[in-house]
T-cell receptor, first 111, second 113 residues
């Protein structure tokens, strides 16, 4: 069974700090990696996609991918209370259209 | 506005009744998906469709059925055979085979008593 693992948290950081969210995956051939933000009671919202090794930055968000280690992370700089949410890591494996979602990490940003 | 709509937002049914959840998208996406989310758990794939008139079972298809008669629409029926139907149901779509970025509708919260 192909898996995507995340620490469930909660991860608590003070306002203005860097939040670091981590994800590992089991399918070594995976090519597409996504981070979604989900507020309580709402649907997931795509915030970052990354397809090649290295870093990808978008505003306060940086996604990092290391395929050799089967590891993908999301850094949130200058964390704000509005960033408090559950962050889902998703991985599209080899073949077909299926994307596997992790169970998510809950992030709390304290004002 | 382009997007994905799901209706209704909340749905209550008695055990033993079938219920159909609506999903419509105007993003011109080829692929559509149905997921189920239970409290504290990740998304589990129920069904997906890559093209009109074609769909595949996901990981937890038992007790569910779908149709894809139009590109824009992918309704999900929760049948009485589904043992634990109470959950948050999410519909998503993606742009063909290139990016696989999935965009979600607002969800339908189904409660069966």
């Amino acid at each position: 069974q192909k898996e995507v693992e995340q620490n469930s948290g909660p991860l608590s950081v003070p306002e203005g700090a860097i939040a670091s969210l981590n994800c590992t995956y089991s399918d070594r051939g995976s090519q597409s990696f996504f981070w979604y933000r989900q507020y309580s009671g709402k649907s997931p919202e795509l915030i970052m996609s990354i397809y090649s090794n290295g870093d990808k930055e978008d505003g306060r968000f940086t996604a990092q991918l290391n395929k050799a280690s089967q590891y993908v992370s999301l850094l949130i700089r200058d964390s704000q209370p509005s960033d408090s949410a559950t962050y889902l890591c998703a991985v599209k494996g080899t073949g077909g259209f299926k994307t596997i979602f992790g169970a998510g990490t809950r992030l709390f940003v304290k004002a | 506005d382009g997007g994905i709509t799901q209706s209704p937002k909340y749905l209550f049914r008695k055990e033993g009744q079938n219920v159909t959840l609506s999903c419509e998208q105007n993003l011109n996406h080829d692929a559509m998906y149905w997921y189920r989310q239970d409290p504290g758990q990740g998304l589990r794939l129920i069904y997906y469709s890559q093209i009109v008139n074609d769909f595949q079972k996901g990981d937890i298809a038992e007790g569910y059925s779908v149709s894809r008669e139009k590109k824009e629409s992918f309704p999900l029926t929760v049948t009485s055979a589904q043992k634990n139907p109470t959950a948050f149901y999410l519909c998503a779509s993606s742009d063909g085979a290139q990016l696989y970025e999935q965009y979600f509708g607002p969800g339908t919260r189904l409660t069966v008593t």
